[in-house]
């Protein structure tokens, strides 16, 4: 059960393309990106291997300014946690500051993913995230229904 030097970069690029796809307003491509993936949100199945329905999901729920959502997530602590040679558990923390007309630059969310990756065809594939945010702050320009993310410590992934 060993990576390589190259699988642990390559897994590291994949789950930090997220935030720039995300943050420029590409939701076709994050459709893409989450084509062969579940998303859990709060514990519940909010996309299941669509490209359609993840770019909907995210297209349908945030404002846009000028075509972006004027944030800026920035992932850290990654741990990578290999399975086998071609599956791997990725952790992270997740911080989105935002910015408007509205509202000053200001942290808005922290929380947890819990990725699972897997190597399919010489490539590394995002399969599975879950979503806890456990720290909310101002949602009131972010998203079209801010009681969907909720401040509950029960959202909060166990990694123990």
Known sequence: MALSAEDYFAIQNLIHTYPYLLDS???????????RCRI??????ASDCNAE???AMFRDWLYLYD???RTRHYLSNLIIEPQSDTRAIVRTYVTVHQQTDALPLQPIIGG???DTVEKI??????????I???L?????????????????RANKIDYR
Do not use: C, K
């Open 132 to 134: 806890a945010n456990d």
């Open 53 to 55: 329905t993840a770019a």
């Open 112 to 114: 947890d993913y819990q």
């Open 25 to 35: 307003g590409d939701f076709d491509g994050l459709g893409r990106f989450f084509a």
């Open 136 to 152: 909310i702050g101002n949602l009131s320009v972010h998203g079209r229904d801010a009681g969907v993310i909720t401040p509950m």
């Open 121 to 130: 065809d010489g490539q590394w594939r995002l399969v599975e995230r879950r």
């Open 67 to 69: 075509g972006v959502p």
């Open 40 to 45: 859990y949100s709060s514990g519940q199945l």
